[in-house]
């Protein structure tokens, strides 16, 4: 393996013992090469090829971190759902008793929100706070060197208000 410049690669590419070269350029030197080197040479950009694995990576990471999240945010709402719908149910005979006297079904459903916004903060708050916690403390060690978790004030704040959205609409339907 040689590190050569342009000029010293024409000189170097009748020697027979070479078979790899590597050139440093600023410019597009593969074109260049194909022009000078026999057919069936074949002519690689190392940096495009290491940059062109790191974005399959990253996108095999993300889809992965993706699907999970979604699969977990998923059977979270579906939970807490059922949980909802089992309050609805118990309290069937109250609610008919309330429409029957003229209660609004936005003010039960405002009754509803105020159940699912309480059970969130007592519940899925505590989960929550355990869970950044945790991931604030693999984000000092040795993991965190790897930037699978980062736990900030904008994405602790942004995943407080998706619990409360996410339950709340898993809760209203």
């Known amino acids: ?44 950009d190392v940096y495009e090829n290491a940059i062109d694995n790191v974005r399959n990576e990253q996108q095999l990471f993300f889809l992965s971190t993706y699907t999970t999240a979604g699969v977990v945010i998923g059977i979270a709402a579906l939970g807490f759902f059922f949980v909802i719908r089992s309050s609805l149910t118990k309290r069937q005979y109250d609610i008919a008793i309330m429409r029957a006297i ?13 159940e699912i916004l309480i059970l969130t903060s007592i519940s899925t708050m505590l989960g929550y706070a355990l869970g950044t916690y945790a991931f604030s403390l693999l984000s000092q060690s040795l993991l965190g060197e790897l930037n699978f978790f980062k736990v900030t004030f904008l994405s602790v704040v942004g995943g407080i208000v998706a619990a409360y959205v996410i339950n709340l609409v898993a809760g209203l339907l």
């Open 1 to 44: 393996q040689l590190y050569t410049s342009t000029d010293y690669f024409e000189l170097l590419r009748f020697e027979q013992n070479a078979n790899a070269f590597y050139v440093y350029s600023t410019q597009d030197i593969a074109s260049a090469l194909i022009n000078l080197l026999p057919e069936e040479t074949s002519v690689i």
């Open 102 to 114: 003229g209660v609004y079904k936005r003010d039960i459903f405002r009754a509803f929100s105020v």
